[in-house]
């Protein structure tokens, strides 16, 4: 099953999160793709968990665009909630738009899910959770605006 994969961190299970050293995730590969879905794809990344046997299986499995993707939408969200609390709702009903970002010839939109019914509790509980993440994630952003800024030196 190795044969495609060309980066490997293994000891995943380490550094997940609240989940570290319980998490069933064991690996993170990069190379071409395994599932037939992504087959279009040239890169793609790969989370291996242990299946039932102890035998490490592909659980997931994204095309890099869409990391990349998850990572603008993120970043996004984190930026809007730094200044959500000015908001007497943490949003504006009237303008749930948070931006649109231009990726690949239209736009990545990022809003305000306002088809929720429960979005005023929801949002409040949401902002409290990325309170509460704040170590695993401010961590986790530093690392990575370090390595982004590396990459613009290219």
């Known amino acids: 099953m190795n044969e495609k994969v060309v ?5 995943y299970d380490r550094i997940d999160g609240r989940n570290a050293y ?4 064991k690996r993170l590969t990069l190379g071409a793709p395994m599932l037939e879905e992504n087959k279009k794809m040239q ?4 989370i291996w968990k242990m299946n039932k046997e ?3 299986i ?3 499995e994204l095309p890099v665009h869409q990391v990349f993707d998850m990572m603008i939408f993120l970043s996004r969200t984190l930026l809007y909630f730094k ?3 000015r908001l007497p709702l943490l949003y504006d009903p009237e303008k749930p738009t948070v931006e649109r970002i231009g990726v690949q010839g ?3 939109p990022v809003e305000v899910c306002t088809d929720n019914q ?3 509790e929801d949002i409040k509980a949401f902002a409290q959770s990325l309170n509460d993440l704040g170590e695993l994630i401010g961590e986790r952003q530093r690392v990575l605006g370090r390595i982004l800024e590396e990459l613009e030196c290219y």
């Open 22 to 25: 319980q998490s069933d995730i």
């Open 106 to 108: 239209d736009v990545l």
């Open 83 to 85: 200044e959500a609390y």
């Open 7 to 11: 980066i490997i961190s293994n000891g």
């Open 58 to 60: 592909v659980a997931q």
């Open 43 to 46: 890169i793609a990344v790969q």
């Open 54 to 56: 102890d035998e490490l």
């Open 118 to 120: 429960n979005i005023n």
